[in-house]
């Protein structure tokens, strides 16, 4: 597409939803799948989906790219590489932009790294979770340790200087000190970008089906919080800023697309459960894989992909906003606040979030109202109390 500047700006999502088996505590949109014709329409049918916005997105420069999943490293790399292509023919892609593809240990390669360099993707996340090869098997994890730092080694080797390593805590019979082994362990390799999620049991996982068998092995909840401050105060210690609940960059190595979900500004998501937020829209995808390759693909097709339109009025924006911020640690700059929506946070939030700021998990610094890491840690319930909400499903928060 021709290159212009223009002012308005966008973030694409892709979501892939085939991995090589599923792991016992997952419940993202994903599926083992061994077909290769069905890879091969789905990527048919997202870059029809793609084509559909061709219009509607041409006044927009394209900033961020995040091609998720599922484990987009799992399908063929030529597939990858196909859609890699159609994005660029469809959207005004940024030269600068960051581009990033998601990973997992051994389902890469020298060859499909030196591609997807190659085709513009300069930002790598790799799934880890932990580096303990017992936690491994008790997340049913397909690869080792060591799997994982070949494919680190190579992504190095194919000049990745941007990678992100994703662990979590809060694992059966993780143990405080195995946990601070891991993260010792991924910053002596010196990643760009850690992210680090506290494991929740959900609904339609493994886990939660076995939850009494795996009950004792958890660790309780007064482990858990200093698991979280300890690896928060670790990973500062060593260099890495906490800039989000669960995420901790190099300086100046943030992840952009996800700070563009936190910002509230726009992006479009493409496959199967994707969520969007443009043109003050918010809609979702259907989940069902078989029925979006059919409403994008068969011209006839009477099934509507697209699920969840509604326009967000100003004062779910506002609340978005705050709930979106509060997961940064910049917080929110009250002046910035009553600039976007004219309304002073203090006189409509002021005496709910006094309470927290007299506990120490909120705190006010240069005009800022943001989380202490022990608010962070239960970010959840502040926010959720703040606002008065009840239907946090409804909000994605990228991941
Ligand atoms: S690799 Fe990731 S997306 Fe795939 S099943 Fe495991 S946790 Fe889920």
């Known amino acids: 597409m021709a290159k212009t500047e223009y002012e308005k700006k966008l973030g694409l999502y892709f979501h892939i939803p085939f991995c090589l088996s599923k792991c016992a505590y997952c419940d993202f949109n994903s599926a083992p799948c061994a077909d290769h014709e069905i890879i091969s329409k789905y990527i048919d049918a997202m870059i029809a989906h793609m084509s559909s916005y061709k219009k509607a997105a041409e006044e927009y420069d394209v900033d961020t790219i995040f091609i998720g999943g599922g484990t987009p490293t799992s399908i063929p790399i030529n597939e ?5 292509k159609a994005i660029k023919s469809n959207f005004n892609v940024e030269k600068e932009a960051e581009f990033t593809v998601e990973s997992n240990p051994a389902t890469v390669d020298k060859s499909s790294l030196v591609k997807l360099r190659k085709h513009g993707v300069n930002r790598l996340s790799i799934g880890l979770q932990t580096a303990d090869e017992n936690e491994l098997k008790i997340l049913s994890r397909t690869h080792s340790r ?4 070949k494919s680190f080694r190579l992504a190095r080797e194919a000049k990745f200087d941007n990678i992100n390593v994703d662990l979590m805590f809060g694992i059966p019979i993780q143990t405080h000190s195995s946990l601070m082994h891991t993260l010792r362990y991924v910053m002596s390799l010196g990643p760009e970008h850690i992210s680090l999620y506290d494991l929740k049991i959900e ?3 493994r886990f939660y089906d076995n939850y009494e068998e795996i009950r004792p092995y958890l660790p309780d909840e007064d482990t858990d919080v200093k698991m979280y401050l300890d690896s928060v105060k670790l990973l500062q210690d060593n260099g890495y800023l906490q800039y989000e609940i669960s995420n901790f960059s190099r300086p100046g190595k943030m992840c952009a697309h996800n700070l563009r979900y936190w910002n509230c500004d726009e992006y479009l998501g493409f496959g199967v459960s994707a969520h969007s937020y443009f043109e003050n829209n918010r809609f979702s995808i259907i989940p069902d894989r078989d029925m979006y390759i059919e409403a994008m693909l068969n011209p006839l097709s009477k099934i509507r992909a697209i699920e969840n339109l509604e326009e967000v009025e100003e004062r779910e924006r506002m609340g978005e906003y705050i709930m979106l911020r509060l997961r940064l640690s ?6 910035e606040f009553e600039r976007r929506f004219g309304y002073s946070f203090e006189e409509l939030y002021g005496q709910k979030c006094m309470r ?22 239960i970010s959840n319930y502040i926010i959720s109390d703040i606002l008065e909400f009840e239907d946090f499903g409804k909000y994605y928060f990228g991941s």
Do not use: Q
């Not at 990858?80 to 890699?84: F, K, N, S």
């Not at 060591?146 to 730092?149: A, G, S």
């Not at 910049?330 to 002046?335: A, E, M, Q, T």
């Open 80 to 84: 990858l590489v196909r859609l890699i």
């Open 146 to 149: 060591k799997d994982f730092y």
């Open 203 to 205: 609904p339609g996982t």
């Open 330 to 335: 910049d917080g929110i700059d009250l002046k």
């Open 356 to 377: 927290f700021l007299r506990s120490g998990h909120m705190r006010i610094k240069a005009g800022k109202l943001s989380l202490s890491p022990s608010g962070m840690f």
